[in-house]
Every structure is written in structure tokens, then in C-alpha cells.
Nanobody, 117 residues
Framework: EVQLVESGGGLVQPGGSLRLSCAAS????????MSWVRQAPGKGLEWVSA????????AYAESMKGRFTISRDNAKNTLYLQMNSLKSEDTAVYYC??????????WGQGTQVTVSS
């Protein structure tokens, strides 16, 4: 069974940093591009970042450019999101997503990030 388990969320002050991890299992991890998506309280889903199967290509939403860095370690079947210069508007549940046109995307359970002084 496909499993995506996010971790690393928590409470952080504005301007602080946090590193999220997503442990993947149940599929060939390096066959798939991966994404991070978030949902702020009372708001819809917002795409954050994406990375190609080998980490060679990355993309970010405009508001995250220069602050967030997506990466992956295929040997460890793990996806990461390094978040710096955090703002209160970054408060959201962050989801790790396995991207697949053929069978549809698969989402993890999410991890809560709260940015507050």
C-alpha cells in the first residue's frame, strides 16, 4: 500500500525556519515527481512546490520563491521542504503528494505548521 507520512511541522515564530519531511513507501519512489500542497485555515488548497523524479528540476509558487527549498533523497525514499523566513500567512496543513497522471495523485495525512509570535 502506498504510504506518505509527513513530519516536522509545529509552532514557529515569524522569521523562523522549519524543515518538513515526507517518508514514502509502497511504490518505486524515484519513478515519480512529488509535490507539496498546503491548506490554510478556512481556505482552499494551494500548490507550494514540485520536484522531478531525480531532483533535477524544481518549481515553486511565486510567494514561496527564495524562502522555500524542495529536495529529495531517493536512497532514503524521502521528500523534504526547507522553509525559511516564515510568515504568519504560511500557517497551514502541509501535504506531501505523489504525482501520477495514470492512476491519480496520492496524498499524505498532512502536518500542521503554525507561524505565530
Amino acid at each position: 500500500e502506498v504510504q506518505l507520512v509527513e513530519s516536522g511541522g509545529g509552532l514557529v515564530q515569524p522569521g523562523g525556519s522549519l524543515r518538513l519531511s515526507c517518508a514514502a513507501s509502497g511504490f518505486t519512489f524515484d519513478d515519480y515527481a512529488m509535490s507539496w500542497v498546503r491548506q490554510a485555515p478556512g481556505k482552499g488548497l494551494e500548490w507550494v512546490s514540485a520536484i522531478s523524479w531525480n531532483g533535477g528540476s524544481t518549481a515553486y509558487a511565486e510567494s514561496m520563491k527564495g524562502r522555500f527549498t524542495i529536495s529529495r533523497d531517493n536512497a532514503k525514499n524521502t521528500l523534504y521542504l526547507q522553509m525559511n523566513s516564515l510568515k504568519s500567512e504560511d500557517t497551514a496543513v502541509y501535504y506531501c503528494v505523489k504525482k501520477s497522471v495514470a492512476v491519480g495523485d496520492y496524498w499524505g495525512q498532512g502536518t500542521q505548521v503554525t507561524v505565530s509570535s
